[in-house]
T-cell receptor, first 116, second 114 residues
């Protein structure tokens, strides 16, 4: 099976711009989660989507948003970029069956975003 | 989710078993113990998880104490490629949606020495 893919892998943006990151989960996986990783804050949960609905959300401002399509692919959008948004953005997918024990999440390689 | 405590760093000689401890003294009955690792600049990699019983797979073994307040990840024959940050995470099972967020701590930086 192909793993989780994320595009683009690297991105440089200017303060005030917006950015859209894409994640394709492992085939058959319906849950997609997004994480931000910075040297200062470590790995922090952004949000999770399951069956096109946001199921869980972390403590990030409304500038961070996402969506999931019917094929489980997901996009994450950050508007009005700030210097502090420079980070590695990771996407993780899992099978995600409701009411079941938690399934392991498989991570993609990440998108390295640099805001200048 | 229950918090975890791990040593910030450890060294292990190549070819020896690496034993990584994790304390999760406030773990609840329905929380699973998960281990992930992250090699520099890559996404975290799932290693193993367990609830009560010890578990083993092709990568590692997970030993959970009887009171479930601590666990140990064992890499039986460490190689240089095992150098990474190892995260111990506890997660609720049986939620409405089957998957809750992963809360990563600071992890243990394991260095395998040639």
């Amino acid at each position: 099976k192909a793993g989780v893919t994320q595009t683009p892998r690297y991105l440089i943006k200017t303060r005030g711009q917006q950015v859209t990151l894409s994640c394709s989960p492992i085939s058959g996986h319906r849950s997609v989660s997004w994480y931000q990783q910075t040297p200062g804050q470590g790995l922090q949960f952004l949000f999770e989507y399951f069956s096109e609905t946001q199921r869980n959300k972390g403590n990030f401002p409304g500038r961070f948003s996402g969506r999931q399509f019917s094929n489980s692919r997901s996009e994450m959008n950050v508007s009005t970029l700030e210097l502090g948004d420079s980070a590695l953005y990771l996407c993780a997918s899992s099978f995600g069956l409701a009411g079941a024990p938690p399934y392991e999440q498989y991570f993609g390689p990440g998108t390295r975003l640099t805001v200048t | 989710d229950a918090k975890t405590t791990q040593p910030p760093s450890m060294d292990c000689a190549e070819g020896r078993a690496a034993n990584l401890p994790c304390n999760h003294s406030t773990i609840s009955g329905n929380e699973y113990v998960y281990w992930y690792r992250q090699i520099h600049s890559q996404g975290p990699q799932y290693i193993i998880h367990g609830l009560k019983n010890n578990e083993t797979n092709e990568m590692a073994s997970l030993i959970i104490t009887e009171d479930r307040k601590s666990s140990t990840l064992i890499l039986p024959h460490a190689t240089l490629r095992d150098t990474a940050v190892y995260y111990c995470i506890v997660r609720v099972g049986g939620s409405n949606f089957g998957n809750e967020k992963l809360t990563f701590g600071t992890g243990t930086r394991l260095t395998i020495i040639p």
